[in-house]
């Protein structure tokens, strides 16, 4: 608990100073790459701090073109960081409308190009959708969490359709990811750092057209299970 303690208060500063310098960078930067390179600084300092090391596989499997939709597990608070360092392309986060309202940090995940998903109604959750489809299909290759929060013994928790319904919508290739090793450095719902590493694991692009819903959501829970190390 001390140790995590420790770490917050380097990392809550650090994420302001990272988020301040998005926000500013994005004033004369509208592709997104200077909050993206914010965010990539974000996480290096915020990975070394905490004493995590990171060790990633499969990056043959990632295309180097054209946009694509990442989904993998989410076992912890470590994941966004691990997957914001691991991902070798430009990309944005499919993220809940209400983190963009925290102060700062709200701006730059907007400079960044990040994408609000609103989920207060249905009628709100649709319109947001389809505008994240057409931002992915235009060429926003975004990340996913189909599980929608972290499992808390390792296990996969059922999918949630929404994120098959963007991608049937958006029309590009599923690339799907593993994550393992970041449920036993901070555990759910506990205030505990312990150093360790993370795994990610990238499997081979999965195509969406033609391809029925309950059959694309199989395909990837497969991918992502393969790799899962459950202990």
Known sequence: MLRARIYLLFFVPYTLLCSLSAVIGGVFDSSGRVGHACARAWSLGSLWAAGIKLEVEGLEMVPTEGPVIYMGNHQGNFDILALTRAIPRLFSWVAKEELFRVPVFGAAMRRAGYIPLDRSDGRKALKSMNQAAQRIAAGASVVIFPEGTRTKD??????????????????????????????????????????????????????????????????????????????
């Open 154 to 231: 390792g296990n996969l928790l059922p999918f949630k359709r929404g994120a098959f319904m963007l991608a049937a919508r958006a029309g590009v290739p599923i690339v799907p990811f593993t994550i393992n090793g970041s449920r036993a450095i901070n555990p759910r719902n506990r205030l505990e750092l312990r150093p360790g590493t993370i795994r990610i694991s990238f499997a081979a692009p999965i195509e969406v057209a033609g391809v029925p819903e309950a059959e694309l959501l199989e395909r990837v829970r497969s991918a992502i299970a393969a790799n899962l190390e459950v202990t």
